[in-house]
C-alpha cells in the first residue's frame, strides 16, 4: 500500500497509538552507479559510546538521485531499527521500480533476498527484498521491518529517481536507552554498552497494542493480500480430509495458498509467472518457494497451466486434501496432483498423513485479492469455513490484524511471536529498562488465552490473534512450564495484582497436574519415544531429549517453587504442601540419579549422563536443586569443558549436539553465577559470552543482543538468525539487579533487597521504576573507601546487605550509616541495614595492626 498522506499522519492509516517518530539513515556506506548526493539525506550522527542515533523529529535537506539500471546504493542507519519504510519521492520516470533490500547484519545485504525470507513469520515483512513503484509523493512499504541496520536501494529498471528522504515510521519505542524509566551505569564502558543492547532489544521486541499495519487490506471484492508467505487459518488446525475452494483475483506475479499447514510446515502452492499467459503451478512443502539458512523447502513438483491466467479477472481454485492425495483444479480444470507416494512427514503431527490449517498468500512480489472461501469435509459435505473475505472477522479468523495486545516478541525480525521461552527470561528485563508492564502481562493474557484440550499452556501466539480461538500452539512441555515463570516474574514485578494471580492460580494447577502425569516411579518426568514432541528444548534443531531430562526436571522443580510461593501467598494450604512435597521429591531424585560424579555435574539424561549440557546444569542451580557445594563444582565444570574462545558452549564437544553459544541458555548461566555468589564465573560469561557482540567494533554490530552464535562468534544461523532477541536480553536485568543489587523480595518490590556486587568495577548505578516510584542507588569504590546511597519511594521497605560485594576479609573496616558514628564493620560478619526512604553508607579500610 502507498500513500500520500504526510508521515505525522501514517498511523491513522490503521489506528496506531504509536507516534515515535522517524528513524533515518546516519551514513552512506557504499554507491555503485550513478548516484548523486545520497549524503545529503543522511543525518551524519554515528554511534559512539553512548550517543544518542535513536529517532529524529526533523529530516536532512537534500535529494538522492538515482539513475539507470543497476545503480545503488547502501545506508546505515547505526543501529537495528524498525518500522515502515517510507520514501519521499520527489520525482520519478514512468516504470521505474527499486529493490529495496533490509538486513540486520552488512555480511548479507548484498544476497538477492538479503537476510530473508523469514521462513518462520507467517506475517510482516516476509521478504527482505520488496520492490517499490514508485509515484510522487510520500511511499510506503506497509509490512512492518521488523529489525535492520542495513538499507540497499537499486534500481531495476532504466530511469530515474529523485528521493528527498528515506526511512521508517517507527513502529516500536524510540526512547534511547540511557533514558528509559530503569536505567543502568557503571565504570565499565563494555558493560554499557550490553546494557544499553539490551535495552533496546527490548524496545524491539515489544510491541504495543495496534502498532502495526494489519497485514491484509479487506475491500468490498475481499481480502487484498502482498507478498507474504501463506498465512494460516488458526482453526483448521486439525482438519484431515478437506476441501478448499476460493476465487482470486492476481494483480501482479501471482498468487498463492497453503493447506494442511502445520505449526511450521504444509503444502504450498503457487501460481506464479512474469507473463501471466504462460503461468505454472509449483508446490512445495515447507514454508515458502524461497529457502532460507537453515530452513529448507522441498520442491515437490510444477506444472504449466493448460489455460492462460487473465491479469484482474477473477478465477475459482479448488484444492482438495484426502488421505492419499491432493488434487487441484483452477476454473473446473485438474492442473496438478500430489500422490501419498511425494507425501512429507510433518514433525508437529509425527505423521506423512496431510492435516492441518489452509491459509493464503501469494509469496514474493505478488498481489491478488481472495475472496467467496468456503472449506467442506470430504467425509460428509458439511460447511467447516465459509468467508467473503470483506469483512474485518475475517482479520481475526486468520490473525491478519494488527497487534491484538501489548506483548512481548520472541524476536524483533524473526520470529515475531510471543513464545514461552523467550517470555520467561524477558520479564526481569522489562522491570530493569523499559519497565512495560502492560506488556509482559500481556504476553501472559495470551499465552493462558489458549489451552490445549488436556489443559497445557500454549507455547507460542501470534501477537495478532484474537483472544480465545482454537489454536494448535503447543511445542513442549518445557515450554508450557516457561509461563509459570512468567506468571512469577509479573508478578513480583507488579505486571499483575494478588487478585489477578488468583484468578490465574487455578490454570498453574491444571498445568502442574499435566506434568505430574508424566512423573514415574522414579519419582522424575519421564518422556519416551511416543513422547519425543515434549521433550524438546530451545535447540529444536537438535534431537529431543528422551528419558530422564536433567533440564526439565530441574525446570519443574523451579515451577514448583513458585507455585508454593502463590498458593502461600493466596493461603491455598494444601497446594503449598503438596507442591512443596512435589518439588523436594523430584530435587532429590535429579540428585540421585543425574548427578554424574566423574564429570563433576549432572548428565543431560539419564540414558546420556556423559553430555554436559549448558542448560540443565545451570536450571539445577537456579531450581535450587543443587546445593552450595554442587554449585561450584556444575559452575568449575562448565568453565573446563565447556569453555571456548567465543564464549560458553551450549553441550560439551563430544556430545553429538550442535556447537553453538547460546544466549538464551548463557543468560540463565549468568543469573546462576550471581545466584551460586561466583564472581569469578559471572565476570567470565558476560566478558567472554555476552559483551564482544554488543561492541560497536563487532563486525556485525547491530546495537542488539542476538539469538545465537557460532563458534567462529558469527550468527548462528547465518542470516536467518534473529540479531535482536528478546531471549538474549538476560543481562539487562542481571547487571542492576546483581551489580547494583536491586531487587525485590515481595510483590511490586514491596519489600526488597540493595545487594551489590564489586565485580571489578569502581562505581556502578540504576534506577529501577516499581509500582510505587523509582528506587536509586549508586555505589563508588575508591581506594580504601566504599560509598552506597539508596533512595526509595517511602512506601516500600529496603534492606542493605553487602555479603556479597567482595570486602577484603583479611581486612579492618569502619562503618558510617546515614552520618551517624562509626562502627566497626566484619564482612564475614556483616549485618543487614534495614531502612524507609534513603541511607547512606560509608564504609572505610583500616590499617592492619
Same mark, same amino acid.
Given at each position: ?24 539513515p546516519?551514513?552512506v ?30 529530516l ?7 539513475d ?24 520519478t520516470?514512468?516504470?521505474v ?5 533490509f ?6 545485504l548484498?544476497?538477492p ?15 527482505? $527484498?520488496p ?6 509523493g ?22 530515474? +529517481? ?19 524509566p530503569s536505567t543502568f ?20 521486541c ?9 497485514? /491484509? ?21 486439525? /482438519?484431515?480430509?478437506y ?13 498463492? /495458498? ?5 505449526n511450521?510446515?504444509?503444502?504450498i ?13 509449483? &508446490?512445495? /512443502? ?32 479448488r ?7 491432493i ?8 492442473v496438478?496432483?500430489i ?6 512427514f ?6 506423512t498423513?496431510?492435516q492441518?490449517?489452509?491459509?493464503f ?6 498481489l ?8 467442506t469435509? $470430504?467425509?460428509?459435505?458439511r ?16 490473525g491478519?490484524?494488527?497487534t ?7 524476536g ?9 521461552g ?7 528485563? &522489562?522491570?530493569?529498562?523499559?519497565y ?8 501472559v493474557?495470551?499465552?493462558?488465552s ?41 508478578w ?17 494447577e491444571?498445568?502442574?497436574?499435566r506434568? =505430574?502425569?508424566?512423573?514415574?516411579? *522414579? ?8 513422547h ?20 526439565? *526436571? ?10 508454593v ?9 494444601d ?8 518439588a ?6 535429579? *540428585?540421585?540419579?543425574?548427578? $554424574? ?26 531450581a ?11 559452575l ?61 567494533d563487532h563486525?556485525a ?15 548462528g544461523m ?25 531487587r525485590?523480595?515481595?510483590?511490586c ?10 565485580l571489578g568495577?569502581s562505581?556502578?548505578?540504576?534506577? +529501577? ?11 563508588n ?8 546511597? &539508596? ?14 560485594w567482595?570486602?577484603?576479609?583479611e581486612?579492618?573496616?569502619l562503618?558510617?550509616? *546515614?552520618?551517624?558514628?562509626?562502627s ?5 560478619k556483616? =549485618? ?6 534513603? &541511607? ?10
Amino acid at each position: 500500500m502507498q500513500s500520500k498522506d504526510s508521515l505525522r499522519s501514517f498511523g491513522t492509516l490503521w489506528g496506531s497509538p504509536v507516534n515515535n517518530g522517524r528513524f533515518i539513515p546516519c551514513r552512506v556506506e557504499s554507491a555503485i552507479g550513478s548516484v548523486t548526493h545520497p549524503e545529503s539525506i543522511v543525518s551524519n550522527l554515528v554511534p559512539q559510546d553512548r550517543t544518542d542515533i535513536q529517532a529524529t523529529t526533523s529530516l536532512p535537506k537534500g535529494s538522492l538521485t538515482l539513475d539507470g539500471k543497476g545503480s545503488s546504493v547502501v545506508f546505515d542507519y547505526g543501529v537495528s531499527v524498525a518500522g515502515i519504510a517510507f520514501f519521499d519521492v520527489d520525482s520519478t520516470d514512468p516504470g521505474v521500480e527499486i529493490q529495496v533490500t533490509f538486513s540486520e547484519s552488512r555480511e548479507f545485504l548484498d544476497r538477492p533476498s538479503g537476510d530473508g525470507p523469514i521462513s518462520y513469520l507467517a506475517g510482516p515483512a516476509t521478504y527482505r $527484498n520488496p520492490i517499490l513503484r514508485p509515484s510522487a509523493g510520500i511511499n510506503y512499504l506497509t509490512e512492518v521491518q521488523g529489525g535492520q541496520r542495513w538499507q540497499k536501494l537499486t534500481l531495476l529498471t532504466e530511469g530515474r +529517481v529523485v528521493l528527498n528522504s528515506i526511512g521508517f515510521i517507527a513502529t516500536i519505542s524510540t526512547v534511547h536507552p540511557t533514558r528509559l524509566p530503569s536505567t543502568f551505569s557503571c565504570s565499565n564502558k563494555s558493560y554499557n554498552h550490553l546494557w544499553d543492547a539490551g535495552a533496546r532489544t527490548m524496545q524491539l521486541c515489544t510491541a504495543a497494542k495496534g502498532s502495526t499495519p494489519p497485514l /491484509w487490506e479487506i475491500t468490498e471484492q475481499g481480502a487484498l493480500i502482498s507478498a507474504t508467505r501463506a498465512i494460516k487459518h488458526r482453526a483448521s488446525f486439525d /482438519w484431515k480430509a478437506y476441501t478448499l475452494a476460493f476465487d482470486v483475483l492476481i494483480h501482479r506475479a501471482g498468487c498463492g /495458498w497453503g493447506v494442511a499447514m502445520t505449526n511450521l510446515q504444509g503444502y504450498i502452492f503457487y501460481v506464479k509467472s512474469e507473463r501471466l499467459a504462460h503461468a505454472s503451478i509449483s &508446490v512445495f /512443502w515447507g514454508f515458502t518457494d524461497e529457502d532460507a539458512e537453515s530452513v529448507e523447502n522441498i520442491h515437490l513438483g510444477t506444472t504449466q497451466l493448460p489455460v492462460p491466467i487473465v491479469q484482474d479477472a477473477s478465477i475459482s481454485i479448488r484444492t482438495c486434501v484426502s488421505p492419499n492425495e491432493i488434487a487441484v483444479s483452477i476454473d473446473g480444470i485438474e492442473v496438478h496432483r500430489i500422490s501419498s507416494s511425494k507425501f512429507c512427514f510433518s514433525p508437529i503431527t509425527q505423521s506423512t498423513e496431510p492435516q492441518g490449517c489452509f491459509g493464503f498468500g501469494p509469496g514474493a512480489d505478488g498481489l491478488a485479492t481472495y475472496t467467496n472461501v468456503l472449506a467442506t469435509s $470430504n467425509l460428509d459435505g458439511r460447511t467447516l469455513y465459509e468467508d467473503k473475505m470483506n469483512t474485518r472477522s475475517s482479520l481475526d479468523d486468520f490473525g491478519a490484524g494488527t497487534t491484538t495486545l501489548d506483548c512481548l516478541l520472541d524476536g524483533g525480525k524473526r520470529d515475531r511471536v510471543v513464545w514461552g521461552g523467550d517470555a520467561a527470561i524477558m520479564g526481569p528485563p &522489562v522491570a530493569y529498562s523499559t519497565y512495560t508492564l502492560e506488556a509482559l502481562k500481556g504476553s501472559v493474557d495470551l499465552l493462558m488465552s489458549y489451552r490445549g484440550r488436556d489443559g497445557r499452556f500454549a507455547a507460542q501466539v501470534p501477537p495478532t490473534h484474537p483472544w480465545l480461538t482454537p489454536l494448535s500452539s503447543d511445542f513442549s512441555l518445557s515450554y508450557e512450564l516457561y509461563l509459570i515463570q512468567s506468571i512469577y516474574d509479573a508478578w513480583m514485578f507488579g505486571a499483575i495484582s494478588d487478585g489477578q494471580l488468583a484468578e490465574l492460580f487455578p490454570s498453574v494447577e491444571q498445568q502442574l497436574k499435566r506434568v =505430574e502425569t508424566f512423573i514415574d516411579e *522414579n519419582g522424575l518426568i519421564f518422556c519416551g519415544p511416543d513422547h519425543a514432541h515434549d521433550a524438546r528444548e530451545f535447540n529444536y534443531y537438535d534431537p529431543p531429549r528422551i528419558g530422564h531430562s536433567t533440564k526439565l *526436571n530441574a525446570q519443574y522443580v523451579s515451577s514448583l517453587r513458585q507455585s508454593v510461593e502463590f498458593a502461600r501467598s493466596l493461603g491455598f494450604n494444601d497446594a503449598e504442601k503438596t507442591y512443596q512435597s512435589h518439588a523436594d521429591r523430584t530435587a532429590e531424585a535429579i *540428585n540421585q540419579r543425574l548427578w $554424574n560424579e566423574q564429570i563433576k555435574a549432572y548428565g543431560i539424561t539419564s540414558a546420556s549422563p556423559e553430555v554436559i549440557a549448558q542448560d540443565a546444569n545451570v536450571q539445577c542451580i537456579l531450581a535450587g536443586v543443587a546445593d552450595a557445594d554442587r554449585s561450584r563444582l556444575v559452575l568449575e565444570t562448565l568453565s573446563r569443558e565447556l569453555s571456548h574462545p567465543e564464549g560458553v558452549l551450549a553441550f560439551d564437544r563430544t556430545s553429538g549436539y550442535r556447537q553453538s553459544i547460546s544466549n538464551f541458555v548463557s543468560g540463565w548461566h549468568l543469573f546462576a553465577a550471581f545466584k551460586a555468589g561466583s564472581q569469578f564465573h559471572a565476570k567470565e560469561i558476560l566478558d567472554k559470552t555476552l559483551v564482544p557482540p554488543s561492541l560497536p567494533d563487532h563486525p556485525a554490530f547491530t546495537g542488539t543482543l542476538w539469538e545465537l552464535m557460532l563458534t567462529d562468534g558469527s550468527p548462528g544461523m547465518g542470516g536467518f538468525t534473529s540479531l535482536a532477541h528478546g531471549w538474549a536480553t538476560a543481562a539487562t536485568a542481571v547487571l542492576p539487579a546483581y551489580v547494583v543489587g536491586i531487587r525485590p523480595t515481595a510483590p511490586c518490590f514491596r519489600t526488597f533487597v540493595v545487594n551489590p556486587t564489586k565485580l571489578g568495577l569502581s562505581q556502578a548505578s540504576a534506577v +529501577v521504576t516499581t509500582p510505587a516510584g523509582k528506587i536509586t542507588s549508586e555505589w563508588n569504590s575508591k581506594s580504601d573507601v566504599f560509598t552506597l546511597h &539508596v533512595s526509595a519511594p517511602q512506601i516500600l521497605r529496603g534492606t542493605v546487605d553487602l555479603s556479597n560485594w567482595g570486602f577484603d576479609c583479611e581486612n579492618e573496616y569502619l562503618i558510617q550509616v *546515614n552520618n551517624g558514628s562509626k562502627s566497626p564493620f566484619r564482612p564475614e560478619k556483616a =549485618e543487614a541495614i534495614h531502612f524507609i526512604g534513603e &541511607v547512606s553508607i560509608i564504609i572505610v579500610a583500616q590499617p592492619v595492626q
